[in-house]
Structure formats: structure tokens, C-alpha cells
């Protein structure tokens, strides 16, 4: 299992990123993605979460509203589209699948929110 997250930046106070995840190695159609991302000095938090093919989506409170997770099956790509952010918003996110009752993350991606 591999997964890849590309997108992170730099991004001014209200500005939007969208965040990429390629996974291979697994079926990818078949398993829940979530979106993940950790602050320094702060616990790694789930920010999203998409289920493998239709149902709800789940966000953490502090993004509602603010960010959309989406999937494209065809291309074993999960997004995460990040709109009016805010400098709270600055972390490493990561992006994670449960496989076989064993945790997969990718090597993450830096997102800083700065004037």
C-alpha cells in the first residue's frame, strides 16, 4: 500500500488549496479515506473522512463548511478541497486508509496559512 499526498502550500488568510492523495497497492474503491493533519506541538486530528463508494461524508468540526472531501475511484485519487482558510488551518495533513486492520499513511503535506 502507497500513498502520495501533493497540493500543500503556502496560502494567505481566506485563500484555497486542494490537497491530492494517489493511493496504489490496494483495491481503493473498496476502503474508507480519511484526511488527517497534525499542527506542531498538537495531536494528529481526523479532518475527513469519505466512504468507499457513496454515503455521508464526515468532516471535524473546526473545517464544516470550509472544506470537501472527494474521491475519484477511476483514478485512485482522494481530495481534499480547503476554501477560506485560516491560519489555524496550518499543519502537516496526511492521508490514511485502514487495509487489512493495519493503518497506511502517506508522507504528508505541509499547509501554511500566512499574510
Known amino acids: 500500500v502507497q500513498l502520495v499526498e501533493s497540493g500543500g502550500g503556502l496560502v494567505q488568510p481566506g485563500g484555497s488549496l486542494r490537497l491530492s492523495c494517489t493511493a496504489s497497492?490496494?483495491?481503493?474503491?473498496?476502503?474508507?479515506m480519511r484526511w488527517y493533519r497534525q499542527a506542531p506541538g498538537k495531536e494528529r486530528e481526523l479532518v475527513a473522512r469519505?466512504?468507499?463508494?457513496?454515503?455521508?461524508?464526515t468532516y471535524a468540526d473546526s473545517v464544516k463548511g470550509r472544506f470537501t472531501i472527494s474521491r475519484d475511484n477511476a483514478k485512485n485519487t482522494v481530495y481534499l478541497q480547503m476554501n477560506s482558510l485560516k491560519p489555524d488551518d496550518t499543519a502537516v495533513y496526511y492521508c490514511?486508509?485502514?487495509?487489512?486492520?493495519?493503518?497506511?499513511w502517506g508522507q504528508g503535506t505541509q499547509v501554511t496559512v500566512s499574510s
Open positions: 490514511n486508509t485502514i487495509v487489512t486492520l493495519r493503518d497506511y
Open positions: 497497492g490496494f483495491t481503493f474503491s473498496r476502503y474508507v
Open positions: 469519505i466512504p468507499s463508494a457513496g454515503g455521508t461524508t
